[in-house]
């Protein structure tokens, strides 16, 4: 059985077997050739060193990730997931234990090192991986699926958090040695939390931390281990913050509802409009996409349609070196004004307003198409701009967290720690 790929790699994929082809005059099976033989003709395309930076550089190293790919899935059944922290946009996981590959990656180390058949080690590397989970009878009955995979690794959740400078400085400052007493001390102070999820965290935060230089401060070595840096950040540095929704949650309905206002009055609907809507359509949706906005948005894109490129910055000029960056300050320049005449109430009636009178145009229609999922949006996206609304009046930092759906889910747990962080410790005197 085949296993689809992402379209730009199966593109580029059909790309380089027909220019290997080309080259060597005959077809090349990047999915079952040796890496030596298929390393021949990948030198001529090449025509010298790899350069990561050059565009046909790139797009061999994609095919060739496509042939690594397509190796392992017949061999362990690898599947692809997405994953937006890689150049790819997706990675490798395995049905039979949690191991991530990006073969992007593995082809680039091997095309920089000069030795294609460093890609045969990966194979090796990954087969003993599993070989040893099998035998080890830590296997599951339960495979692992995409979704896992997802919610684990893909960062396609978005926050936004208010960090105190001064408190994240300090803490970027500490050694990780020092840190870790910090650490154990709010986990221990989070009344709130099982002693089952304080174990969690101290395996999750502190293995981590133990991991690290124990005598170099945080920030510096924020190149070996930028999560865990960024996490300490946000644990002790942080005031405030957003609940966390998918990124297309918070462009396509939160700031699109931020920028329209609270509208008195709307444009006529035209009649493909009225016949989506007496399609059952629910009004929500209409609001979204024909009523104009009140309050100017940004004219370039940038992020989730409210933060330009030009007000994007580092958290500090440490980071530059960090491939993927999961923490960005965020100037809040387009959002300040609209967010001051925010009103969640107003917002709610004007949306009313206008799902009754799309309602007066189309008459009786079939049961709303989407109803349950348009209140749940709203009631959403009303909150997100409600708790960004306070961020932006503490006058703190504003950062733009990227994050996973698992990282999400321990959100509660964590602000219990933070909050014991923050808070004062109690000494009884004899």
């Known amino acids: 059985m085949t296993m689809p790929m992402p379209p730009q790699l199966e593109a580029a994929f059909t790309q380089i077997s027909d220019a290997l082809a080309k080259v060597v005059g005959t077809p090349v099976d990047l999915a079952s050739e040796g890496w030596a033989e298929i390393e021949k003709g990948v030198i001529r395309l090449l025509g010298g060193p790899f350069d990561p930076a050059r565009a046909e550089h790139q797009m061999v190293a994609l095919g060739l990730s496509g042939g690594l790919a397509s190796r392992l899935h017949a061999d362990h059944q690898a599947f692809w997931f997405p994953h937006r922290e890689t150049p790819e946009g997706a990675s490798l996981g395995f049905p039979d234990a949690l191991i991530m590959l990006s073969p992007f990656g593995a082809v680039v180390d091997a095309l920089r090192s000069a030795r294609l058949e460093r890609l045969a080690d ?48 300090s803490t970027w400052d500490l050694t990780p040695n020092r840190l870790s007493i910090d650490l154990r001390d709010a ?41 865990i840096v960024e996490s300490m950040g946000l644990l002790f540095g942080s005031v405030g913050s957003t ?39 629910d009004p929500l949706f209409l609001f979204l996409d024909v009523v104009p906005y009140q309050h100017k948005a940004p004219e370039e894109e940038g992020l989730l349609g409210a933060f330009p490129a030009a007000t994007l910055s580092l958290p500090e000029p440490a980071f530059e070196q960090v491939r993927q960056l999961r923490l960005i300050k965020v100037g809040l320049e387009a959002v300040t004004q609209p967010l001051a005449q925010f009103d969640a109430a107003k917002t709610r009636e004007s949306i009313a307003r206008f799902s009754d009178m799309v309602r007066q145009r189309t008459g009786p229609v079939p049961p709303g198409q989407g109803a349950d999922e348009a209140k749940m949006m709203i009631d959403a996206a009303l909150q997100l701009l409600t708790d960004l609304k306070g961020l932006v009046a503490s006058g703190k930092e504003v950062f733009l967290r990227r994050l996973t759906e698992a990282e999400a889910a321990s959100e509660p747990a964590l602000g219990q720690v933070r909050q014991a962080a923050s808070g004062p410790r109690i000494i009884l005197a004899p």
């Open 243 to 281: 609940g966390a929704a998918a990124e297309e949650f918070w462009t396509d309905v939160v700031m699109a509802l931020l920028f329209v206002g609270a509208p008195t009055s709307f444009p006529p609907l035209d009649g493909e409009e009225l016949e989506v809507a007496k399609q059952g359509v």
């Open 122 to 169: 990966v194979q090796k590397e990954i087969r003993g991986a599993l070989a040893q989970v099998k035998f080890s009878g830590q296997a599951g009955t339960v495979k692992l699926a995409a979704e896992d995979y997802m919610r684990l690794f893909d960062p396609a959740f978005v926050q936004l958090v208010a960090l105190d400078r001064a408190k994240l400085k």
């Open 187 to 227: 986990i221990g102070r989070a009344t709130k939390l099982s002693p089952e999820v304080k174990k969690q965290l101290e395996q999750q935060f502190v293995t981590a931390l133990a991991r690290m230089d124990a005598g170099t401060p945080l920030i510096k070595q924020v190149l070996k281990a930028p999560r």
